[in-house]
C-alpha cells in the first residue's frame, strides 16, 4: 500500500458509488460482474495523496484499483489495475480498446498506444477517461484516453491511450474466499487485545495526575473508540461537546444516542458568542491557511465549559480521539499536550498510535457499529463541521445527494462572492475558495488548465520593507518553556527561504500546506506562508535570541541578492550560491549562526526594521 496507510473500510455509500461509476465507464454487465465479486465481502480504501480524495481500493489482501474524484471533471471515477480489468471486461462493457496484435508486447513493455494500433474503440470514450486495452480477447493494459474513442484508429497519429497498469504475468481471476469481519477480528485478536490494554494503562495512569476527566466527544470514529476505552477503565468521566452551530444533523442525534449508550448526560455547550454567517460574510469563507472560526465556534465553548462547568479545577484532563496518521501535524504532537488556545484543557490521545483500520477494528469488535456516526455509511471520511476548508471536494460531492439544503445554502454565499470579485467558475466548482493561498499542486492544475485565476500567491511582495511584528507576547506553557507569535507585512516565500533555515536544524516542508516546520532541541519553530511565524523554546532568553535569529535569516533570503560574503565566513564550508540565492549544505552546516553577522543586508539595517512590536501590545518585547 502507499504511505501512510491509514486504512479504512469501504462502506455502503463508498461501494455503490464504485457500482453507479463503473456502470457510467464500463457498462452494465460490468457493474454487476464488480456487484457480485464484492458481495458480503470486506473491502479497504486507503486514502493517498492527490489534489483531492483518492484511495485504493484493497480486496482480499490486493490493491486490484484506483477510487478518486477528479476536481477538473467534478465526478468519481475508478481505474482498474489489471486483475480487476480482467474481471471486469466483456465484449458488450463500454470504455475499453482493442489494439493489434504487433501492439501487445510493446504495450506489455511500457509502451503506449498508439492511434494507428487501435482496431476498435468505445466511441463514448472522452479524454483522460479511463480505458480497458485489449488485444484479441485478452486485458493486457489499463490507461488514460489521450483522444476521443471517434479519433482512435489507423486514420489519426499519436497516443491515443497512455498506459498506467500493464499485464506482466499471466494472471488468474481473482480469489473468490469470503472475507468477513469475524475471520478479520479472529486472525487481528492478539494485536487488538495488546493496543487495547496499553490504551487504557495509559489512560489510567495520566488520570491519576488530574482530580476531574472529560472525554470530548466529536461524532466521529476516533472519539466514539477513545469514549468506549475510557469507559472500559478505572477513571471516572464525564462527555463534552461542541456545538459550532454548523454541525451535520446526523452528529447531534449521535450525541443524543451516545448519551443513552454510556448513561450519561453529555454536556454540550453550543456557540451562541457570535453567528458564524455574519463572520462568513465579513471575512469571507473560512480556508485551509486562515481557519477563523475554530478558535471561536469550537474552542470557545469548549473554555465555556471548563469555566462554567469545572470552575474551581485548574486543569481538566481532556481525552480526545487524535491519531497521528490523520495529518502531519498531529504525527508531531505528543500524546499528552496543552491547548493554548483552552488555558484549563489538558490533552491525553490515547489511540494515537492507532491507524484507522484499527479504529474500525475494534468497533466491529465490541458492535459499537449501530453507535457509528451514519455519516461514514454515506461515505464521508472525517466527520466535523460541515462547511469545512479542510474537507475534500469529494465530501461536497457527497452532500449533493445528502444534504442539497445545506449545500445550496454554501454555495448561494460562495457565488455571491465569485460574482463580486469577478473569479472564475472554478472558485465554487473546484472548492478553490478553501485556500487563501493556493497550495503548488492546485497552482499547477490552474496553469495546465488554463483558468484565469490569482491569489496571493502571484502577489510580488514590497521587499523593500520586510517587517515583523510581535504579536503575542512572550508566556510560559503549562509544561514549562515560552512561546511567542510573529507575523511579517507580506507573504513568504517558503521554496526560496527554506535552504537558508537549514541553518538552525533539520527543516521539514509541508508544500501541501506551506508550512516550513523545523524541531530545535529545546523548542520548535513553524513558518507559514502568509507570514505567521510560531516559536517555543524552553528558556526565554534562548527564545530572544532565536526571534532574533529567524527574523535576520528570513530577511537574509527574501533579499539574498548573491554577493557571497557570507560564504567566506563559514570554517565549515556549508554556504553555496545556487541560481544567485545563498544555500546551506546541510550534511556540513554546524548550525554556528556565524553567518548571520556576515550579511550586508543585516549589518547596514537597523535591527528596529525587522522586528517590532504589535499595537495591541502594552510594552515592547524587551
Known amino acids: ?107 506489455v513493455k511500457g509502451a503506449s498506444v498508439l492511434s494507428p494500433g487501435v482496431v476498435f474503440a468505445d466511441l463514448n470514450i472522452s479524454i483522460n477517461d479511463p480505458v480497458i486495452i485489449v488485444c484479441h480477447d485478452e486485458v493486457v493494459a489499463v490507461g488514460l484516453a489521450k483522444m476521443n474513442g471517434g479519433q482512435m484508429g489507423p486514420q489519426n497519429k499519436g497516443v491515443a491511450v497512455k498506459t498506467k497498469y500493464r499485464k506482466k504475468t499471466i494472471k488468474s481471476s481473482l480469489r473468490s474466499t469470503m472475507i468477513t469481519w469475524e475471520r478479520i477480528i479472529d486472525a487481528n485478536q492478539h494485536s487488538l487485545e ?71 448526560g453529555v454536556i454540550i455547550q453550543k456557540n451562541e458568542a457570535w453567528d458564524f454567517w455574519e463572520r462568513f460574510d465579513q471575512y469571507g469563507p473560512p480556508s485551509r491557511n486562515s481557519r477563523w472560526c475554530c478558535k471561536s465556534a469550537k474552542l470557545s465553548p469548549i473554555n465555556e465549559i471548563m469555566e462554567n462547568i469545572f470552575p474551581n479545577d485548574k486543569q481538566v484532563l481532556c481525552y480526545i480521539g487524535r491519531r497521528r496518521y490523520e495529518s502531519l501535524g498531529r504525527s508531531r504532537e505528543p500524546r499528552v499536550s496543552k491547548n493554548p488556545w483552552v488555558p484549563k484543557q489538558v490533552i491525553a490521545a490515547p489511540i494515537n498510535n492507532w491507524n484507522a483500520f484499527e479504529v474500525f477494528l475494534y468497533i466491529q469488535k465490541y458492535d459499537l457499529t449501530e453507535f457509528l456516526n451514519p455519516l461514514y455509511i454515506k461515505g464521508y471520511i472525517r466527520i466535523g463541521c460541515w462547511v469545512c476548508p479542510a474537507s475534500s471536494l469529494s465530501d461536497f460531492e457527497i452532500m449533493k445527494e445528502s444534504h442539497p439544503t445545506l449545500l445550496n445554502k454554501l454555495n448561494k454565499k460562495l457565488l455571491n462572492i465569485q460574482t463580486q470579485r469577478g473569479l472564475p467558475n472554478q472558485f465554487t466548482l473546484w472548492g478553490l475558495w478553501r485556500w487563501k493561498y493556493l497550495p503548488q499542486k492546485i497552482i499547477n492544475l490552474i496553469k495546465v488548465e488554463n483558468v484565469p485565476y490569482t491569489s496571493s500567491n502571484y502577489t510580488i511582495p514590497d521587499t523593500n520593507n520586510l517587517v515583523f511584528r510581535i504579536t503575542s507576547d512572550i508566556s510560559p506553557c503549562i509544561y514549562g518553556g515560552f512561546s511567542t507569535l510573529l507575523s511579517a507585512n507580506q507573504m513568504l516565500d517558503l521554496s526560496r527561504i527554506k535552504s537558508l533555515t537549514q541553518i538552525l536544524g533539520s527543516v521539514q516542508y509541508n508544500t501541501e500546506l506551506d508550512i516550513l516546520s523545523i524541531p530545535m532541541k529545546n523548542g520548535h519553530i513553524d513558518i507559514f506562508c502568509d507570514g505567521s511565524l510560531i516559536l517555543k523554546n524552553n528558556d526565554k532568553n534562548s527564545l530572544l535570541k532565536q526571534i532574533s535569529s ?20 563559514c570554517r565549515e564550508n556549508a554556504l553555496v550560491i545556487k541560481s544567485g540565492i545563498i544555500t546551506v549544505l546541510e550534511d556540513q552546516c554546524i548550525h554556528c549562526l556565524k553567518c548571520n553577522d556576515f550579511c550586508p543586508l543585516i549589518k547596514y539595517q537597523n535591527d528596529d526594521s525587522f522586528l517590532t512590536p504589535s499595537k495591541r501590545l502594552e510594552k515592547p518585547l524587551s
Open 550 to 569: 529567524l527574523i535576520r535569516i528570513l530577511y537574509r533570503a527574501t533579499h539574498c541578492d548573491g554577493c557571497g560574503i557570507c560564504i567566506y565566513s
Open 194 to 264: 495488546i493496543l487495547e490494554k496499553e490504551a487504557i494503562e495509559f489512560i489510567e495512569r495520566t488520570g491519576k495526575r488530574f482530580g476531574r476527566h472529560v472525554v470530548a466527544y466529536s461524532g466521529g470514529k476516533d472519539s466514539l473508540v477513545t469514549l468506549d476505552l475510557v469507559a472500559h477503565s478505572n477513571v471516572l468521566y464525564e462527555i463534552i461537546f461542541s456545538d459550532t452551530g454548523i454541525e451535520y444533523p446526523e452528529t447531534l442525534e449521535n450525541i443524543r444516542i451516545i448519551g443513552q449508550k454510556y448513561e450519561k
Open 1 to 107: 500500500m502507499s504511505p501512510p496507510g491509514d486504512v479504512r473500510p469501504a462502506f455502503e455509500g463508498d461501494l455503490k458509488r464504485m457500482v453507479s461509476v463503473i456502470r457510467s465507464q464500463f457498462g452494465d454487465v460490468s457493474a454487476q460482474k464488480f456487484q457480485t465479486l464484492i458481495e458480503n465481502q470486506v473491502i479497504l480504501l486507503n486514502k493517498v495523496p492527490y489534489v483531492d480524495r483518492m484511495d485504493e481500493i484493497i480486496f482480499q489482501g490486493e490493491v486490484i484499483g484506483i477510487f478518486r474524484f477528479n476536481l477538473v471533471k467534478g465526478n468519481f471515477e475508478l481505474i482498474p489495475r489489471i486483475s480487476l480489468a480482467i474481471e471486469l471486461w466483456n465484449t458488450q462493457s463500454k470504455g475499453w480498446v482493442a489494439v493489434d496484435i504487433g501492439a501487445r508486447e510493446p504495450i
